[in-house]
């Protein structure tokens, strides 16, 4: 790659973080990124397992080489641009909790843990960080630069560049994140073996597929795992929706939240085994996305436990079992027959599976276009994408987070577009 070699690098040492869930191909960010700067002379480190070692930092507990970060080496780095997990490990801290609205930037107490993963980053020699995530974790780049640039003018800079990640593709900024065709391959095998072990016990199972805010691998996992019906959050129209009043009790504070209905849901299963069934078809495998757990009532989501970003613990819900006891409820209710219906999660299986070529090319793409925004567009605050022909762009933090609220906004699948259209297509023209 002879265009990587800018005369005089402006950095000697920069850092790549990863955080949040794991993806296919997230050894191929990694890998292609660190070797990029490596070639023109710039040190890398790794930090290991997202950002819970530097959320905790204090000068008299220093951050240990091996434990806490890694020197990343070509040696290091060999053959590992297929490799599967994670080189430097992942976590989900958040040091951007009590960040919320820019002026909790100015509270010292609030900004105390960006405080420590800037001083832990500074005490490393770190000149520039590559953050690799969901949107999460673009939230939290956008915090630790805005944390920055409020600073004395005399102090060190740390330029951030944010390469996005999810399996769920439902990042704005972005044509496909990496891992996401991986991923819905791996869940799209497992749903074709599910449909001949339901074809062969006149059964029906539902699947639930990762996908916490939109439905794109539900959709993509369904259409090529020829599934009988899916439905994510984008299925739920104004008839499916309820408002809930419930109160914080946190803070006493009342709030209304929209839920979905949830008989509405199960009717709509149960009226396509029967459609089925007058076709001949007594079997099926129903996908639904875990992004609908959220949308239950209150009395479904008791005592489940939220996460450090807010998110609740969807694997706690265990949506697709809850699902399956209704559908067979309503459907002996309907028809006076038994049918059995067996709900199961599916998703970690995915997260670290084989990467297929195409999410190399553009895990390698995006890993390449960390070294191209830092040193040679001298970018701070932006976000690598890839479009077309995996042509690389930089798309700036403020067009993709909200200014006054600091969170990103989801991209979901739009209702009735081709792609949205095609799903429905198969489901009642094509699938045995």
């Given at each position: 790659?002879?265009?990587?070699?800018?005369?005089?690098?402006?950095?000697?040492?920069?850092?790549i973080?990863?955080?949040?869930?794991?993806?296919p191909?997230?050894?191929?960010?990694?890998?292609?990124?660190?070797?990029?700067?490596?070639?023109?002379?710039?040190?890398?480190?790794?930090?290991?397992?997202?950002?819970?070692?530097?959320i905790?930092?204090?000068?008299?507990?220093?951050?240990?080489?091996?434990?806490?970060?890694?020197?990343?080496?070509?040696?290091?780095l060999?053959?590992?641009?297929?490799?599967?997990?994670?080189?430097?490990?992942?976590?989900?801290?958040?040091?951007?909790?009590?960040?919320?609205?820019?002026?909790?930037?100015?509270?010292?107490?609030?900004?105390?843990?960006?405080?420590?993963?800037?001083?832990?980053?500074?005490?490393?020699?770190?000149?520039?960080?590559?953050?690799?995530?969901?949107?999460?974790?673009?939230?939290?780049?956008?915090?630790?630069?805005?944390?920055?640039?409020?600073?004395?003018?005399?102090?060190?800079?740390?330029?951030?560049?944010?390469?996005?990640?999810?399996?769920?593709?439902?990042?704005?900024?972005?044509?496909?994140?990496?891992?996401?065709?991986?991923?819905?391959?791996?869940?799209?095998?497992?749903?074709?073996?599910?449909?001949?072990?339901?074809?062969?016990?006149?059964?029906?199972?539902?699947?639930?597929?990762?996908?916490?805010?939109?439905g794109?691998?539900?959709?993509?996992?369904?259409?090529?795992?020829?599934?009988?019906?899916?439905?994510?959050?984008?299925?739920?129209?104004?008839?499916?929706?309820?408002?809930?009043?419930?109160?914080?009790?946190?803070t006493g504070?009342?709030?209304?939240r929209?839920?979905?209905?949830?008989?509405?849901?199960?009717?709509?299963?149960?009226?396509m085994?029967?459609?089925?069934?007058?076709?001949?078809?007594?079997?099926?495998?129903?996908?639904?996305?875990?992004?609908?757990?959220?949308y239950?009532?209150?009395n479904?989501?008791?005592?489940?436990?939220?996460?450090?970003?807010?998110?609740?613990?969807?694997?706690?819900?265990?949506?697709?079992r809850?699902?399956?006891?209704?559908?067979?409820?309503?459907?002996?209710?309907?028809?006076?027959q038994?049918?059995?219906?067996?709900?199961?999660?599916?998703?970690?299986?995915?997260?670290?599976?084989?990467?297929?070529?195409?999410?190399?090319?553009?895990?390698?793409?995006?890993?390449?276009?960390?070294?191209?925004?830092?040193?040679?567009e001298?970018?701070?605050g932006?976000?690598?994408?890839?479009?077309?022909?995996?042509?690389?762009?930089?798309?700036?933090?403020?067009?993709?987070?909200?200014?006054?609220?600091l969170?990103?906004?989801?991209?979901?699948?739009?209702?009735n577009?081709?792609?949205?259209?095609?799903?429905?297509?198969?489901?009642?023209?094509?699938?045995?």
């Amino acid at each position: 790659m002879p265009d990587l070699s800018p005369d005089q690098p402006p950095f000697r040492r920069v850092a790549i973080l990863f955080a949040g869930g794991p993806a296919p191909a997230a050894n191929a960010v990694i890998s292609t990124c660190a070797s990029a700067f490596l070639q023109n002379g710039i040190e890398v480190i790794g930090i290991r397992h997202g950002y819970s070692q530097l959320i905790d930092f204090s000068p008299d507990q220093p951050l240990q080489e091996g434990r806490d970060f890694l020197k990343l080496d070509e040696q290091t780095l060999k053959r590992t641009r297929n490799a599967r997990g994670i080189l430097i490990g992942t976590a989900r801290a958040n040091p951007g909790k009590l960040i919320s609205q820019p002026s909790h930037l100015e509270d010292a107490e609030c900004a105390a843990p960006l405080q420590r993963v800037y001083d832990g980053l500074r005490s490393i020699d770190v000149d520039a960080l590559i953050s690799i995530g969901g949107d999460d974790t673009l939230k939290t780049a956008n915090k630790l630069k805005l944390f920055q640039d409020r600073l004395p003018a005399d102090a060190p800079r740390i330029p951030i560049v944010h390469l996005p990640k999810t399996i769920d593709n439902d990042y704005h900024g972005i044509d496909f994140t990496f891992g996401f065709f991986s991923a819905a391959e791996t869940l799209a095998s497992e749903i074709r073996n599910l449909i001949h072990d339901a074809e062969a016990g006149r059964a029906y199972f539902i699947a639930e597929t990762m996908g916490r805010s939109a439905g794109w691998l539900a959709y993509a996992a369904a259409i090529a795992g020829e599934a009988s019906l899916v439905i994510s959050v984008e299925d739920l129209g104004p008839e499916d929706r309820l408002d809930e009043t419930y109160t914080d009790q946190s803070t006493g504070e009342t709030h209304s939240r929209p839920i979905m209905e949830v008989d509405r849901v199960v009717d709509r299963i149960v009226q396509m085994m029967q459609s089925r069934e007058e076709a001949g078809k007594d079997f099926g495998v129903v996908v639904v996305a875990e992004g609908l757990s959220e949308y239950l009532p209150a009395n479904y989501l008791e005592g489940v436990p939220r996460d450090d970003h807010g998110h609740i613990s969807i694997a706690d819900v265990n949506l697709s079992r809850l699902l399956a006891k209704l559908v067979a409820t309503a459907y002996q209710k309907k028809t006076n027959q038994q049918r059995k219906v067996t709900g199961l999660q599916l998703g970690y299986e995915s997260r670290c599976s084989a990467p297929i070529a195409f999410d190399v090319m553009l895990g390698s793409q995006l890993g390449v276009g960390a070294y191209r925004a830092l040193v040679e567009e001298r970018h701070n605050g932006v976000m690598v994408s890839v479009a077309g022909q995996l042509d690389l762009r930089y798309v700036p933090f403020d067009e993709l987070i909200d200014p006054a609220t600091l969170v990103t906004r989801v991209r979901y699948i739009e209702p009735n577009s081709d792609f949205h259209r095609l799903a429905r297509f198969l489901e009642t023209h094509i699938n045995t």
